[in-house]
């Protein structure tokens, strides 16, 4: 049970974290009372509203990388993840523009230019790859169209591209000779991390048992790759300090990122990854997340030394952040964040 100072702290914050807080740690439905007036106050602040009108504009500008985590694909997922629906004021217009472009395979492309030195034609194009195309999926059955008809094929193309250690680089062949640097037999993590994301989540919305054997693929994929982050490093994808400091939002591939996939599957599919809650590898990953607490003290803007030794360190502070987010509370490294600690307590929810 997540301890009563916790909860109290949260839900004295932004509506976005009061309403997450209420449906994913206080098992509250969304159409309780005071889960629906957080939700009212959510959509109507300032920050979300600039945030829908951001998305209005969507494809926005061209993605020359993956890991610019002010791009609109990055904005999709987190308006995704507060928990956005498609009938806000503004969110089916965004619909609607991501719809509009769809490739031969049914796959949803955002706006891309690959430079030609990296195997691309150096045009600006819309086109897919492996490390976006499951993120829009991901997002558009958030918003409540899991089981739009335009969903379903991209999720089953996007599935068979799998292998027997998971999902490859792969990307659009209009895109030219383009793949990520590493060796082709290889999975790539961060494919592997958002397809797990995107897959799950359309299996359990369209109660598909035929995807269980390729999300158990990737999910051995993931596991297996902390197990031997210290020999592999495939697509240059290391799981070293970096990727071991908590940061927010949701935009690559680090600690918080993965486990919070590896664990959100545990709750869609009780059955066939009941296992997973005890898998030494994921728990060894969570007490690392635990081990970063701090004692968040009343009045001051400084923390403990955040060993996470001690019963009063309840609290998540960032530890790297992302300079497009720095005007929310996760884009700050000095005080304890409530979106961060909430991420974290949802995640140890799951599996205790």
């Given amino acids: 049970m997540v301890n009563a100072e916790v909860i109290e702290w949260l839900i004295k914050g932004p509506p976005w974290v009061r309403y997450r807080t209420r449906i994913d740690l206080l098992d509250e439905s969304p159409d309780s009372s005071m889960a629906g007036k957080d939700y009212e106050a959510m959509i109507n602040h300032p920050a979300i509203k600039e945030l829908i009108d951001e998305l209005s504009q969507w494809p926005g500008r061209v993605l020359k990388n993956h890991r610019s985590a002010g791009h609109l694909i990055h904005k999709l997922t987190f308006a995704a993840d507060i928990g956005l629906q498609a009938d806000n004021p503004g969110m089916r217009k965004v619909a609607d523009r991501i719809f509009r472009h769809r490739s031969h395979e049914g796959l949803f492309q955002i706006l891309v230019n690959i430079n030609p030195k990296y195997g691309g034609t150096g045009n600006d194009q819309f086109s897919w790859m492996l490390c976006d195309a499951p993120l829009v999926i991901y997002a558009l059955a958030m918003f409540g169209f899991g089981k739009d008809k335009r969903i379903f094929p991209a999720v089953e193309y996007l599935t068979g591209l799998i292998r027997e250690n998971g999902w490859p680089c792969a990307a659009d062949p209009e895109l030219g000779k383009f ?6 037999a290889d999975p790539c993590p961060f494919a592997n991390l958002v397809m797990l994301k995107a897959l799950s989540l359309a299996a359990a919305v369209n109660d598909k048992d ?3 054997q390729p999300v158990k693929t990737g999910v051995e994929t993931l596991l297996n790759l902390w197990e031997k982050r210290k020999e592999r490093r495939p697509y240059l994808f290391a799981m070293g300090t970096d990727f071991a400091k908590l940061k927010a939002p949701f935009v690559w591939y680090d600690i918080l990122h993965v486990v919070e996939v590896l664990t959100g599957i545990v709750p869609k599919f009780p059955v066939h990854f009941l296992w997973l809650k005890k898998d030494f590898r994921l ?6 997340i635990k ?3 701090c004692v968040r003290e009343p009045g001051s ?3 403990s030394d955040g060993t996470g030794k001690g019963a009063g360190n309840l609290y998540f502070t960032p530890e790297s952040v992302w300079r497009d ?3 929310w509370d ?7 964040s409530r979106w961060l600690t909430l991420l ?9």
């Fill in 179 to 184: 793949r990520g640097p590493g060796r082709k």
């Fill in 210 to 212: 035929e995807f269980m």
């Fill in 283 to 288: 728990q060894e990953m969570i007490e690392k």
């Fill in 291 to 293: 081990s970063k607490a």
């Fill in 301 to 303: 803007s400084r923390n």
């Fill in 325 to 327: 987010w720095k005007e």
């Fill in 330 to 336: 996760f884009g700050q490294k000095k005080i304890p």
């Fill in 344 to 352: 974290v307590y949802r995640m140890l929810k799951r599996v205790e």
